[in-house]
């Protein structure tokens, strides 16, 4: 994944759009903060998820942190593999362990969220 | 012992560090209508010496189960605690620890819980225990609310009338502003009908819960109950007597989802309202439903065996207000009794004394009904209880029967009033033939003396 293409979320998503379907995972800083991921508790398919609320929820050995949606549509599919095996998601954030597949609703509006750039610059300060 | 003072003194140094002057300004933003405006109805304050002889004079007023001869039942029983058990519970590591929050660092406590969940994953026949909870009221409850949580919906519980009352009302008071109803089914004939519980079950029930050996004492149909909660998509379950395991079928064996018990016969002295032990056991597709904490065993980076908390992401120090479960403070101690008892027993001192339960109880129900006038109130299988129905007033005879050394039973009445002619007898494998004859002697004299049930004055 060409992580220059990507869509991010201050909540540290991100969102790989592709007409009107977008690709959901966690980007690389927030598996770098979580540490050890050991439960997703993912939507099901046919669920509407609406952009800036809640649509799961990660676990790590020593955390419980929600998944925000970055964008507004219905679930079209979920990535059962990274819900049974979270090592997915701790190997490979932007490939294998994916999250969920939404199907965007026409008026979702992409404008909240950041290029990798400005989420670079995000992550670097949001410590300080 | 050490007292906090709060003289005139100090009360006006703490208003004046917080720039007032009077304890009436510190309350100013209650509105008036709210506030009591009188002193509090309470007796004046006493010495210690009065004190103490106050409490001792209260406490003078009970009657510890030690003091006669027990039948008293409902939940706590009147078992033997092997001396091993205080003994190894009564160590100052074990003792004065209170809740492993460094948790590797306890290492004693992780291998005694773990060994805890162990004997109760045995026990039950269930895949996973978590590391205790507060009672098996609180037990029960907590497995209501983990069948919401795997059904992710509200709906409708269905429980038997047969299942304890107070934990019923515990139920209740958990489920009092979550959306969810309870249905009592009745049990007329002293247990749950299971062909009741087809025509009663729906869509919108989420769990069937009963127990077994239930409140009366008699066994429940719990396979047939299982197989019909399980066909119907409901979570099944159980509350057993720890002891009964030692002989009756597991709920594991039964197809039961999630097993709860009160764990205070394990090695857990009766006390007046508890402290007690709650179990929780269930099957392993629902662990991540599972209330509380649970140790687990692994190895170091040297490769020594060790035990860690696991699961402990769904606590309130963790989840906060999202936690699945009420339940931090699980009732170590009293677990570690329960390991150290069924670990000093054994499979096959806890099948002797599930057996002496049951001759006992037996001999006793034949003794008690072989009087005229008492019979057994229901015809169904029992383990180490059992209601007999009684002529006369039971509360008078049972106030006779404690005038003579014996705690008879219980009133069932309390609780149901539509049994108020009946008394629940308990037989621990504590009690002894004299014992048991004694009270049938006493109970057959008193009431040939006095139909009522009241004894004549000499």
Not at chain 1, 57 to 81: Q, R
Not at chain 2, 27 to 41: D, G, K, T, V
Not at chain 2, 181 to 205: A, H, Q
Not at chain 2, 339 to 350: D, E, I, N, R
Request: glycine share 8%; hydrophobic share 40%; proline share 4%.
């Amino acid at each position: 994944m060409d992580l220059n293409t990507l869509h991010y979320a201050k909540s540290h998503e991100w969102a790989h759009v592709e007409g009107d379907i977008c690709t959901v995972g966690i980007t690389q800083h927030a598996v770098d903060l979580l540490t050890d991921i050991i439960h997703l508790e993912l939507p099901k398919v046919g669920a509407a998820v609406k952009a800036e609320t809640r649509f799961g929820e990660v676990e790590s050995v020593k955390s419980v942190n929600e998944l925000i949606a970055p964008l507004s549509g219905t679930v079209i599919e979920v990535n059962d593999k990274a819900a049974k095996d979270t090592s997915l998601v701790n190997s490979d954030p932007y490939g294998a362990g994916w999250l969920i597949k939404i199907k965007l609703a026409p008026d979702a509006a992409k404008s909240h969220l950041m290029d990798l750039k400005k989420y670079e610059d995000y992550c670097a300060h949001e410590g300080h | 012992m050490a007292y906090i003072l709060n003289t005139a003194d100090d009360q006006k140094a703490m208003l004046a560090k917080i720039g007032i002057h009077s304890l009436e300004e510190l309350w100013e933003s209650i509105p008036a209508e709210l506030r009591l405006n009188r002193a509090l109805n309470i007796p004046t304050a006493m010495s210690e010496i009065e004190l103490t002889q106050h409490f001792s004079k209260l406490a003078n007023r009970n009657r510890a189960a030690g003091e006669a001869v027990c039948f008293l039942g409902g939940g706590a029983y009147d078992h033997f605690i092997p001396s091993v058990v205080d003994a190894i519970s009564g160590r100052s590591e074990f003792y004065t620890a209170y809740t492993p929050y460094q948790a590797e660092a306890s290492q004693g406590t992780l291998q005694a819980v773990f060994e805890f969940q162990t004997l109760m994953a045995e026990l039950s026949g269930m895949d996973v225990s978590n590391a205790s909870m507060y009672e098996g009221g609180s037990s029960l409850a907590e497995a209501v609310l983990m069948a919401m949580s795997i059904a992710e919906r509200r709906g409708e519980i269905l429980i038997a009338e047969s299942v304890h009352p107070e934990y019923l009302a515990t139920l209740k008071t958990y489920l009092a502003n979550l959306h969810c109803d309870v249905r009592v089914l009745p049990t007329p004939g002293g247990f749950l009908d299971p062909e009741l519980l087809k025509k009663e079950i729906n869509s919108n029930c989420i769990a069937v819960a009963i127990q077994s050996p239930n409140f009366f004492g008699h066994l429940e149909e719990v396979e047939a109950i299982a197989e019909i909660a399980r066909q119907n998509k409901v979570i099944s379950i159980q509350s057993f007597d720890p002891i009964s395991l030692g002989i009756l079928k597991r709920p594991g064996d039964y197809g039961v989802d999630i097993a709860v018990a009160e764990g205070q016969s394990l090695g857990t002295p009766l006390g007046y309202g508890g402290p007690y032990l709650g179990i929780l056991t269930c099957r392993q597709e629902y662990v991540r439903k599972i209330p509380g904490r649970l140790v687990g065993q692994t190895t170091d980076r040297n490769g020594n065996r060790c035990w860690v908390l696991t699961l402990q992401t769904r606590e309130q120090h963790i989840r906060r207000d999202k936690a699945t479960s009420n339940i931090c403070t699980n009732q170590g101690l009293y677990a570690l009794r329960a390991a150290v008892y069924l670990s000093a027993l054994g499979p096959k001192g806890l099948k002797e004394t599930a057996e002496l339960c049951l001759r006992k109880a037996h001999y006793a129900a034949s003794q008690l009904t072989g009087i005229s006038g008492v019979e057994m109130k229901f015809n169904r299988p029992f383990f180490k209880e059992f209601t007999v129905k009684v002529p006369g007033d039971v509360k008078s005879l049972l106030s006779t029967l404690q005038d003579d050394g014996y705690f008879a039973g219980l009133q069932t009445g309390r609780w149901y009033p539509e049994l108020s002619d009946c008394l629940t007898v308990a037989v621990t494998e504590k009690r002894t033939r004299a014992e048991i004859d004694g009270l049938a002697g006493l109970l057959k004299s008193t009431l040939s003396a006095n139909p009522s049930g009241k004894k004549q004055k000499a």
